[in-house]
């Protein structure tokens, strides 16, 4: 399997444009999660996904942000309008629970580094 | 809400030395313990994890401790390499949700 894929793998835009971050998650996996990472904010969890349905979008910072994932294999995340502050890298990641005592090791794609100039 | 505290937040040692990060968890309910290294420009990697029905784990050079009363898990490296400098981090997976809460990070630098 080649992993978690993420496109693209460098955004830059300018402020105000939407911006769409798209994940391919490893086949068979149900869970799908999507993070921000910044230098001040560290990695934070923005929404996840059991079985392509949203399952706690908490960590969403705004309306601004949305994310949907239309199948098993597929999902995006989407910024609209975005902000400078918006600038930062996001990580998608998946897992799969097995059964027994919890245990679900979370599989990082390459992340999507976004400037929003 | 659920928190994880992570420290130190950056760590010098030499190498050959040992390196301890420490974590704090606040939901009872956690019951799976992971960590995570990123090295600079990449992904974070499973390193090493622990359930809560396990008080210590090994793996080489690297170890992790777990003390459920306190709420308290541990990192240790020993034999620090320069290929260690990364950083580190911490989580904890809250029950029947499969999602973590993450530390904020230890930067580890094993200086030659």
């Known amino acids: 399997d080649a992993g978690v894929i993420q496109s693209p793998r460098h955004e830059v835009t300018e402020m105000g444009q939407e911006v769409t971050l798209r994940c391919k998650p490893i086949?068979?996996?149900?869970?799908l999660f999507w993070y921000r990472q910044t230098m001040m904010r560290g990695l934070e969890l923005l929404i996840y996904?059991?079985?392509?349905?949203?399952?706690?979008d908490s960590g969403m910072p705004e309306d601004r942000f949305s994310a949907k994932m239309p199948n098993a294999s597929f999902s995006t995340l989407k910024i609209q309008p975005s902000e400078p502050r918006d600038s930062a890298v996001y990580f998608c990641?998946?897992?799969?629970?097995?059964?027994?005592?919890?245990?679900?090791?979370?599989?990082f794609g390459p992340g999507t580094r976004l400037t929003v100039l | 809400g659920e928190n994880v505290e992570q420290h130190p937040s950056t760590l010098s040692v030499q190498e050959g030395d040992s390196a301890v990060i420490k974590c704090t968890y606040s939901d009872s309910a956690s019951n799976y313990f992971p960590w995570y290294k990123q090295e600079l420009g990449k992904r974070p990697q499973l390193i090493i994890d622990?359930?809560?029905?396990?008080g210590e784990k090994k793996d080489q050079r690297i170890a992790v401790t777990l003390n459920k009363t306190a709420k308290h898990f541990s990192l240790h490296i020993t034999e620090t390499q320069p290929e260690d400098s990364a950083v580190y981090f911490c989580?904890?997976?809250?029950?029947?949700?499969?999602?973590?809460?993450f530390g904020t990070g230890t930067r580890l630098k094993v200086l030659a």
């Open positions: 989580a904890a997976s809250i029950e029947r949700t499969y999602k973590y809460i």
């Open positions: 990641a998946s897992s799969y629970p097995l059964t027994g005592p919890a245990r679900n090791e979370q599989f």
């Open positions: 086949s068979g996996h149900d869970y």
């Open positions: 622990i359930r809560s029905n396990v």
């Open positions: 996904f059991n079985n392509n349905v949203p399952i706690d």
